[in-house]
């Protein structure tokens, strides 16, 4: 998220070992991509509505310049899992460093769906007909979904009817993105860009294989309804954010090879990847990344090759 000429990778964590578990938001900032500075965390499991997990989501800028996340978490030892949202408890603090769960949470619940796969919510756009909207990665039986969500105040979400996509034997569907991407030049979009000469992006984890998957379509906003590209494969945690002047870029999570002791030797499991810009090819059939241009400040003695 960039704010107030500030950088904010939030990101999960275990403040307790390096092994799963624990989880909480870690959070660092930054003012050019490639230094960054830990944060104490900013959402952690505190309260009756996440008191189990505090799990993946996104955030959201909001009108007024506010920023809001939304997060998943798990209130009981059955794995039931809600979306919550927090707010900035100051919001001149250029570092955002300390975050509130109100207690109207949670915003959303998982009525008509499995809660126990009811997770990540992403980044919320808004429609021209003066909805907001949200996804949630899902699951129903082995098919993979993108449950989709609208609100007119971001506070009270219903469901739609049907998910945005869902392909059969795709299995659960984790840290869904959707977002546009532009035809005509390699500037990132606004989430909230839904008409012109644009293409929409549609990325989900897939707990099955632990590989990220995306396919390249049309979004036909009026019906909320989702349809791929004949070039795409429709078969399906990495996170992607739009940064002003830079454009859409992808945070990905490197799982490393060490077995758990050897983790826990070192200190450390996983790593975040450099950042990198993200377009859409002239192909019109795949995307195109690159680390951002902010890593050329890193290099330092030229070496010349020649034959």
Not at 51 to 72: D, E, H, M, R, V
Not at 114 to 119: D, E, L, P
Not at 140 to 157: Q, V
Request: with cysteine; glycine share 8%; proline share 7%.
């Amino acid at each position: 998220m960039y704010y107030n000429g500030i950088y904010h990778l939030f990101y999960q964590y275990n403040p307790k070992g390096a092994v799963w578990g624990n989880i909480v938001w870690a959070h660092s900032v930054s003012t050019d991509l490639i230094n960054w500075k830990p944060l104490p965390p900013a959402i952690y499991p505190s309260k009756p509505f996440d008191q189990y997990g505090t799990w993946s989501g996104s955030a959201t800028i909001l009108p007024g310049n506010k920023p809001i996340i939304l997060y998943t978490g798990i209130i009981d030892k059955n794995n039931t899992q809600v979306q919550n949202y927090a707010i900035p408890a100051n919001y001149s603090d250029p570092y955002l460093q300390k975050w509130i769960k109100p207690n109207n949470n949670p915003l959303v619940f998982p009525v008509g769906v499995n809660k126990t796969v009811f997770r990540d919510p992403t980044t919320a756009w808004f429609g021209k007909d003066g909805h907001w909207r949200i996804l949630v990665g899902g699951r129903r039986k082995y098919r993979g979904m993108a449950h989709l969500y609208r609100s007119r105040d971001f506070m009270k979400w219903t469901k739609a009817q049907y998910p945005l996509h869902s392909p059969a034997m795709t299995g659960m569907w984790e840290c869904p993105d959707f977002y546009p991407v532009s035809l005509d030049s390699e500037n990132g979009l606004e989430v909230s860009v839904i008409e012109g000469n644009i293409k929409h992006v549609l990325k989900v984890s897939l707990d099955e294989t632990r590989y990220e998957y995306y396919t390249i379509g049309k979004y036909f906003w009026k019906i909320d309804k989702y349809v791929p590209d004949n070039t795409s494969v429709d078969s399906w945690a990495g996170h992607f954010s739009m940064l002003e002047r830079i454009g859409r870029i992808l945070w990905g999570w490197a799982n490393e090879s060490n077995t758990s002791i050897e983790a826990v030797k070192k200190g450390w499991t996983g790593i975040q990847t450099i950042p990198r810009k993200v377009w859409l090819d002239k192909s019109e059939k795949q995307l195109v990344q690159w680390p951002v241009e902010e890593l050329e400040t890193r290099r330092r003695r030229k070496v010349h090759l020649s034959n």
